[in-house]
């Protein structure tokens, strides 16, 4: 797979680790709805909507939402168990939660759409910055950091 690469498709009948490395950018994950386990290296760039049917391990590194047009859903396993890390939301796109999440740092930077948190919950690990429009969207967002947070 080189940088270049738009879908990460993963197919196979035992179960698969994937390590996903570089600055890339990609349109979309596609598990098959297989319980396939993400490793996630910094700089990876989403421009499509994200659902992890799967476990996740952000491994210390930055997701980028980047869509500018449309909404950019993100759901499936994105709480405690499969964390996605840090995350930063840019591109004119609305960025939608549609299940709990837990981050370590959450960006929303200048220019981005509405990011909406989901309902339920959205867990804050490390710092928050708001730089255009959060909603809340009736959910609870928990800053549980060890150490102090801005």
Request: proline share 2%; glycine share 12%.
């Given at each position: 797979?080189?940088?270049?690469?738009?879908?990460?498709?993963?197919?196979?009948?035992?179960?698969?680790?994937?390590?996903?490395?570089?600055?890339?950018?990609?349109?979309?994950?596609?598990?098959?709805?297989?319980?396939?386990?993400?490793?996630?290296?910094?700089?990876?760039?989403?421009?499509?909507?994200?659902?992890?049917?799967?476990?996740?391990?952000?491994?210390?590194?930055?997701?980028?939402?980047?869509?500018?047009?449309?909404?950019?859903?993100?759901?499936?396993?994105?709480?405690?168990?499969?964390?996605?890390?840090?995350?930063?939301?840019?591109?004119?796109?609305?960025?939608?939660?549609?299940?709990?999440?837990?981050?370590?740092?959450?960006?929303?930077?200048?220019?981005?759409?509405?990011?909406?948190?989901?309902?339920?919950?959205l867990s804050i690990r490390g710092n928050y910055t708001n730089n255009s429009t959060f909603t809340h969207n009736s959910g609870t967002v928990?800053?549980?950091?060890?150490?102090?947070?801005?």
């Open positions: 797979m080189s940088t270049s690469d738009r879908t990460i498709s993963i197919t196979g009948y035992s179960d698969d680790i994937v390590t996903i490395k570089g600055a890339g950018v990609h349109e979309e994950i596609d598990c098959y709805d297989r319980p396939v386990t993400l490793a996630f290296s910094s700089g990876e760039t989403y421009q499509a909507s994200y659902t992890n049917n799967g476990t996740s391990t952000h491994n210390g590194g930055t997701i980028n939402f980047a869509s500018t047009t449309g909404t950019q859903t993100l759901t499936g396993a994105m709480g405690t168990s499969s964390p996605l890390g840090s995350v930063v939301f840019y591109g004119g796109a609305a960025k939608t939660f549609s299940a709990a999440a837990s981050t370590t740092n959450f960006t929303i930077s200048s220019g981005s759409g509405v990011v909406t948190a989901p309902s339920t919950a928990i800053l549980d950091g060890t150490s102090q947070q801005t």
